[in-house]
């Protein structure tokens, strides 16, 4: 069954660099989903990316943060001149639609990013 | 704005128990519903959707009844087992097209042998 697939799968940087985090969504898709989770809190919507442009974003997703889909597989979220408090798990997702045509998003295992 | 309120966990049950993870939410208009399982290790993985009012989701002996009149969605299980020991997130979403789903804090599943 095809899958997301996310790289690195623990990212160690230290404080005020700059990092790409990579997703490969599943070929057909045409949806493309960034969320994180801190440690012990509830996974969080951050950006949702459709024909070559962001579709939505939530408050968290502030000029730090910026996606790209630079060729035909691969999705990348860059976090800006980081800080201690963007140290998270961070999931890719895709789904063939968007989800008001109940179409689930499938979900990658997620980039640990640590902060120092 | 949508929010998804689940049962603290861990909850932790011998294995062949019955199992209920209650999920209750608020959201503007209709919501799809959603539960996602995360194994250690692993990614989030869809379990069960329901789309409307009533309607039941089902997916590896789990359930879950869409009740509107209550906003609530709990997962059910008859028998569970020690591989269904992960970390269980019931989710929304109330707008449609690319939206984001808006997740519960998730509650930690032990099942003890």
């Known amino acids: 069954e095809p899958e997301v697939t996310q790289t690195p799968s623990h990212q160690v940087t230290q404080m005020g660099q700059e990092v790409i985090l990579r997703c490969v969504p599943i070929?057909?898709?045409?949806?493309f989903y960034w969320y994180r989770q801190i440690l012990g809190q509830k996974v969080e919507f951050l950006v949702s990316?459709?024909?070559?442009?962001?579709?939505?974003k939530s408050e968290i997703f502030d000029d730090q943060f910026s996606v790209e889909r630079p060729d035909g597989s691969n999705f990348t979220l860059k976090i800006r001149s980081t800080k201690l408090e963007d140290s998270a798990m961070y999931f890719c997702?895709?789904?063939?639609?968007?989800?008001?045509?109940?179409?689930?998003?499938?979900f990658g295992d997620g980039t640990r990013l640590s902060i120092l | 704005g949508d929010s998804v309120t689940q049962m603290e966990g861990p909850v932790t049950l011998s294995e062949e128990a019955f199992l209920t993870i209650n999920c209750t939410y608020t959201?503007?208009?209709?919501?799809?519903l959603f539960w996602y399982v995360q194994y250690p290790g692993e990614g989030l993985q869809l379990l069960l959707k329901?789309?409307?009012?009533?309607d039941k989701g089902s997916n590896k002996g789990f359930e879950a009844t869409y009740r509107k009149e209550t906003t609530s969605f709990h997962l059910e299980k008859g028998s569970v087992q020690v591989s269904d020991s992960a970390v269980y997130f019931c989710a929304l979403n109330s707008r449609g097209g690319a939206d984001g789903l808006t997740f519960g804090k998730g509650t930690h599943l032990i099942i003890q042998p």
């Open positions: 959201a503007t208009g209709y919501p799809s």
């Open positions: 070929s057909n898709h045409l949806y």
């Open positions: 990316f459709y024909n070559n442009e962001i579709s939505e």
């Open positions: 329901a789309t409307k009012a009533d």
């Open positions: 997702a895709s789904s063939p639609q968007g989800t008001g045509n109940n179409q689930p998003q499938h």
